[in-house]
């Protein structure tokens, strides 16, 4: 098919090679995503501890685990942000794990639910330093038509990190769970989930070191004297105005299947546990390296096939995967967690999770896309506040309240697992395909004027 956009793509393709300190980059930021979602996520495998010495109930760790995370995580993306968009994004993000690292460990000397909740606000502030800054780099280290396999191979953070936490938090929390825990110098004696936060927030010094040997890239508006960097909050809000669309829908499907992904990557052990009587170790290494392999190839496979759709003249393919996934999610999705037996809740689990990790590389890129460079960041930090608010917030504990107050029974969680996509996958499937239209013509438009 004859289209500018897929000339343009191809004549820039041959003009720009990536430099192997882009690779290196990429390599950094992947560590630093997958610790991320460990230092966030390990939770999910300390339900059962947590809640027993804490005497607390779902929705109340809940609130520990989604709301108190993502509250100043949320509030505080557009603004460092607005900062990656004009400061050195490499700093912003080292000070951030710098900080996250030590709220993680700190999680691990909390004696109350207060100061638990306190660190995992620490955690979320320091963690929202990281992904918009990581986009904005990586949008300026990789030329557009590559763009789409940076960041599926960045989005391997959530699915790697997410199936590591279940791994290595089951296995550390056994490990001191046969010692009952450890005594530490001027804290006394520590339990075993308390280690657990410990250790696995330690290794983000070892990423701050290595981040230092990544450079700042140039800018690629930089590179063009008459252009200019600098974006008001004025000219942004303008252009996502002009083109509401498309952003409603790009975000708005983003938000929901990010909403499903916390919500089952949250409370699928716990419900393995409950459901079927398996033990938390065995759970927690399942559920991990089913995570990490069929996430992990969902990410890939389906941020792979973004290009070649896009060079055979579908321009609209980032935004049309939106419409896609969740049309196919829904059957996987409910029937999952309704299985009679603990072998096809797995079985199912393999096409949801291969599915809920192929939707990310594709919403970015669709931003990225049909955002100016010099806003790219604050975009970013936008689609990420409202996926972290429905997704973060709002997905793990919309999960717990079904649970405890329309089900009112903790072995009921099977069927407040199975309600989330039952709902969730047709909108976000409507919010996509109304954005189809207007960003085909953004996209045409954009080709036109190089």
Same mark, same amino acid.
Request: glycine residues 6%; charged residues 15%.
């Given at each position: ?11 820039? /393709? ?16 992947? *560590? ?42 949320? $509030? ?12 050195? @994004? ?41 992904? =918009? ?9 990789? =030329?557009?038509?590559?763009? *789409?396999?940076? !960041? ?9 990190g997410g199936g590591l936490s279940s791994i290595i938090g089951g296995f550390v929390y056994k490990y001191f769970a046969a010692t009952n825990g450890a005594i530490l110098p001027l804290f006394g004696h520590v339990n075993p989930w308390q280690m657990t936060f410990i250790c696995v927030g330690a290794p983000g ?13 140039? @800018?690629?508006?930089? @590179? ?19 083109? @509401? ?33 398996? =033990?938390?170790? /065995? ?14 190839l969902g990410a890939i496979v389906i941020g792979w096939l973004v290009q070649p759709m896009v060079k055979r003249g579908m321009i609209d393919a980032p935004a049309r995967m939106l419409l896609i996934i969740p049309c196919v999610l829904a059957v996987p999705a409910i029937a999952g967690p309704l299985s009679a037996? =603990? ?42 506040? !409202?996926?972290?608010? !429905? ?26 697992? *199975? /309600? ?14 109304? $954005? ?15």
């Open positions: 098919m004859n289209n500018p956009a897929a000339k343009h793509a191809n004549s820039t /393709a041959d003009a720009e090679q990536v430099l192997p300190s882009a690779y290196y980059a990429l390599g950094v930021l992947l *560590a630093a995503y997958i610790l991320s979602f460990i230092d966030r996520n390990v939770m999910a495998v300390l339900i059962g501890p947590i809640r027993q010495d804490l005497q607390i109930s779902d929705f109340q760790y809940s609130l520990l685990h989604g709301f108190a995370f993502s509250m100043f995580y949320i $509030a505080l993306g557009i603004p460092i942000a607005r900062l990656a968009d004009q400061s050195n @994004r490499k700093w912003i993000i080292t000070i951030g794990i710098f900080f996250w690292s030590i709220m993680c460990c700190l999680c691990g000397l909390a004696r109350n639910v207060v100061m638990l909740f306190v660190a995992r606000i620490g955690v979320g502030v320091g963690e929202a330093a990281l992904s =918009p800054p990581a986009f904005s780099m990586l949008s300026d280290y990789f =030329p557009p038509e590559k763009q *789409a396999r940076a !960041f599926a191979i960045y989005s391997l953070g959530v699915t790697i010094l070892l990423i701050v070191m290595l981040l230092s040997f990544v450079k700042e890239p140039t @800018r690629r508006l930089d @590179r063009d004297p008459v252009k200019t960097n600098d974006s008001s909050i004025k000219e942004c809000w303008a252009h996502l105005k002009q083109h @509401r669309r498309i952003y409603i829908g790009v975000m708005g499907a983003n938000a929901l299947l990010t909403m499903m992904t916390y919500g089952t990557l949250a409370w699928f052990i716990e419900f393995m546990i409950r459901s079927y009587g398996v =033990p938390r170790e /065995a759970a927690g290494t399942q559920f991990g390296l089913l995570y990490i392999v069929a996430g992990s037996t =603990p072998e096809m809740a797995i079985l199912l689990a393999c096409p949801t999770l291969f599915l809920l990790n192929g939707f990310y590389g594709p919403g970015i890129t669709a931003l990225q896309m049909v955002t100016p460079n010099r806003m790219k960041a604050q975009v970013s930090a936008l689609s990420l506040f !409202f996926a972290n608010l !429905f997704g973060l917030a709002l997905g793990p504990t919309i999960v717990a309240s079904l649970t405890d107050f329309v089900f009112a029974d903790d072995a009921a969680l099977r069927y407040s697992l *199975a /309600a989330m996509p039952a709902v969730l996958c047709p909108a976000a499937a409507l919010l996509a395909y109304q $954005a189809l239209k207007p960003y085909r013509e953004l996209i045409t438009k954009n080709a036109d004027a190089h």
